[in-house]
């Protein structure tokens, strides 16, 4: 019963691959590198606006939670135990400021 859920499976997943895959063609030159250069112009631009929009908010939401919850804890600790730990948090702020600045360097360091 195992083995023809799993053959079953098999199957439509090689029939999910076949239907969506798609042949990319080099139009009437054979020229394959330029298919491939016209494919990624066209798409780099999505792939850029998709990160700048959704990728890097969404990494700077995060990191910033984690920065005012490890903040909260080391003032609680510090309010316990007399002594603040500015390792962790600096490192999280750090990294808060690298993710809200990078949209403005990383593509030219990248060099898309």
Known sequence: MKSNRIA????????????FGT???????GDVAGAIEGT???ASQQ????????VFPAIDLILAVFFFAKLGTAYFDYR???QFEWAAPAILFA?????????LYIW?????
């Open 95 to 103: 990294c808060l400021v690298f993710t809200l600045t990078a949209p």
């Open 108 to 112: 030219q360091v990248l060099g898309m």
């Open 8 to 19: 079953m499976l098999l199957c439509v997943v090689l029939l999910l691959c076949l239907m």
């Open 40 to 42: 990624w112009n066209t």
């Open 80 to 82: 316990k135990h007399g």
């Open 23 to 29: 042949t990319a063609y080099a139009a009437g030159t």
């Open 47 to 54: 792939i850029k606006t998709v990160v700048n929009k959704v």
